[in-house]
């Protein structure tokens, strides 16, 4: 069988602009998907990498596929097309074959409570601390928060951590993500902080994606989450013991990951790549799934970072019409 598939390109900028090891993020562009088929079931996809090498592949890719693509066409392409445009059509087919969306049992779940980024940028980070403290403690939930680190020297943001650690209550969490930006000798002043305070949730990629062995040799000391190394080496998704940071709109057929948590699968967190409201609602119910498992923990959806507006719509026809 053959579908009918249509693209649109979108381009947006962060409500903030997000400040990391590796650089800054201000704006998301790529693709949304529209598939249909004989039987008149419809699948929404979006294909949006982060990195501009892989936005050129996603691009060249689009270009090159038909506007009546078979199935087999689509199939085989997943698995040799870069990441980003794997889950596109993956998350599309995903929901003609009403494997996920509104016409399964479940519908597309809500998302849970998310662990606050701190942005560094309006007001100072502690600032910015106090404030999540206050407003957590009114709403009578556990607070999670995550830390970019790796920006600043070593020792400035070790006192920063002493600071942050004084001001959050002692059910709270508290998650660092180097980005990849450190060397191991970095890496392990750290240590002694991790095995001190047991609000230290992980320590997110602290080393390259190309030092397995540092990160190896870390995480049998503290708990170390991966997340630039899934997507370098997908591999690691069946090997790595410790928490994974995933990104489904980044990683691939999302057909994988939901099946993952369906059989409960542990240590897995959802972790946003700031989609627009169609790769949100995957998102959205990975997360909740990843609840129900045997290590539920907060997701990283990163509230307020998007902008507003139909974009952003639970609703795939809103969004699609958006651009």
């Given at each position: 069988?053959?579908?009918?598939?249509?693209?649109?390109?979108?381009?947006?900028?962060?409500?903030?602009?997000?400040?990391?090891?590796?650089?800054?993020?201000?704006?998301?562009?790529?693709?949304?998907?529209?598939?249909?088929?004989?039987?008149?079931?419809?699948?929404?996809?979006?294909?949006?990498?982060?990195?501009l090498s892989e936005l050129k592949l996603c691009e060249e890719v689009l270009d090159e596929l038909s506007a009546n693509p078979s199935r087999q066409e689509l199939e085989?392409?997943?698995?040799?097309?870069?990441?980003?445009?794997?889950f596109g059509i993956g998350a599309a087919?995903?929901?003609?074959?009403?494997?996920?969306?509104?016409?399964?049992?479940?519908?597309?779940?809500?998302?849970?409570?998310?662990?606050?980024?701190?942005?560094?940028?309006?007001?100072?980070l502690l600032e910015e601390v106090d404030c999540l403290v206050k407003h957590f403690a009114r709403s009578n939930q556990q607070?999670?928060?995550?830390?970019?680190?790796?920006?600043?020297?070593?020792?400035?943001?070790?006192t920063l951590l002493k600071?942050?650690?004084?001001?959050l209550p002692a059910n709270a969490h508290l998650r660092l993500d180097a980005n990849g930006g450190w060397n191991r000798d970095q890496a392990k002043k750290w240590i002694p902080?991790?095995?001190?305070?047991?609000?230290?949730?992980?320590?997110?990629?602290?080393?390259?994606?190309?030092?397995f062995e540092g990160l190896l040799e870390l995480s049998e000391q503290i708990p170390i989450a991966l997340d630039e190394s899934l997507v370098a080496n997908p591999s690691l998704r069946e090997h790595?013991?410790?928490?994974?940071?995933?990104?489904?709109?980044?990683?691939?057929?999302?057909?994988?990951?939901?099946h993952e948590l369906k059989k409960g699968v542990g240590y897995r967190v959802l972790s946003t790549a700031f989609e627009t409201g169609i790769g949100k609602?995957?998102?959205?119910?990975?997360?909740?799934?990843?609840?129900?498992?045997?290590?539920?923990?907060?997701?990283?959806?990163?509230?307020?970072?998007?902008?507003?507006?139909?974009?952003f719509s639970p609703n795939p026809e809103l969004v699609w019409s958006a651009v």
């Open positions: 069988m053959s579908f009918c598939l249509q693209k649109k390109p979108f381009t947006f900028r962060l409500s903030r602009k997000l400040n990391t090891s590796q650089g800054f993020i201000e704006k998301k562009r790529g693709w949304l998907i529209y598939l249909k088929g004989s039987t008149g079931n419809i699948g929404w996809g979006e294909v949006s990498p982060m990195q085989d392409g997943i698995i040799n097309w870069p990441q980003a445009m794997s087919l995903a929901e003609y074959d009403e494997i996920i969306g509104c016409k399964t049992n479940e519908g597309w779940l809500k998302g849970p409570p998310s662990a606050r980024l701190l942005t560094q940028t309006k007001n100072s607070l999670t928060v995550k830390w970019k680190v790796g920006i600043k020297s070593n020792s400035h943001e070790k600071q942050i650690l004084e001001r902080n991790f095995l001190e305070d047991p609000r230290l949730e992980w320590l997110e990629q602290p080393l390259s994606t190309k030092d790595w013991k410790g928490w994974q940071v995933r990104r489904p709109v980044l990683e691939g057929d999302p057909r994988n990951i939901l609602r995957w998102l959205n119910h990975l997360a909740a799934l990843q609840q129900q498992g045997p290590t539920p923990t907060a997701p990283g959806l990163a509230p307020g970072w998007c902008p507003k507006g139909p974009l």
